[in-house]
């Protein structure tokens, strides 16, 4: 059996990163959506000052999945919480627990940094992931609905301000 070691992130993981980036939105039918560059990836995790982190998942040495996260807050706790922004595995690595590992480091860094909440989204059609989230325990929170806004119209948003 393979040993499964999760890692910070250092910046010579940029190109790691962004090429599991690309197969994440590949996966999601979003390839063409994907403008970061390995520049642009080590410049925003990486950076003096940046509030992105990133772990990466290792099977045998070699590189299977990443997550990149941050911490928001909750002013109905009074305290942050971590966001998991994306979390993914190659697939030819999926169902050896390089996933759950991630998320149990997160969930670590969450309660070592006395975080109140571990939260993330996922597709309603992803329900490999799903599977996963509910084995490790956790719950979808239905009653809330995520709504974005981007391009244009965070322009015009912004310009009317």
């Known amino acids: 059996m393979n040993r499964i070691d999760v890692r910070a992130a250092v910046p010579t993981d940029a190109g790691t990163i962004l090429t599991f980036v690309r197969e994440l939105a590949a996966f999601e039918h979003a390839g063409h959506e994907v403008v970061a560059t390995e520049a642009a990836v080590r410049e925003s995790i990486f950076a003096e000052g940046s509030h992105v982190e990133a772990l990466i ?28 922004e994306d979390l993914y595995v190659s697939p030819e690595r999926r169902g050896l627990g390089a996933g759950k590992a ?56 912004a310009a009317d301000g």
Not at 64 to 84: C, D, P
Not at 119 to 144: F, I, K, T
């Open 57 to 84: 998942a290792e099977i045998g040495g070699e590189p299977a999945g990443f997550a990149v996260y941050f911490y928001n807050y909750s002013t109905w706790q009074g305290r942050k919480g971590l966001y998991l």
């Open 102 to 157: 991630l998320l149990k480091r997160l969930a670590a860094i969450a309660r070592d940094n006395a975080c109140g909440r571990f939260e993330w989204s996922v597709l309603d059609w992803n329900s490999e992931a799903m599977a996963v989230y509910d084995s490790v325990g956790a719950r979808p929170q239905n009653e809330w609905i995520r709504y974005r806004i981007e391009g244009d119209a965070l322009e015009r948003l």
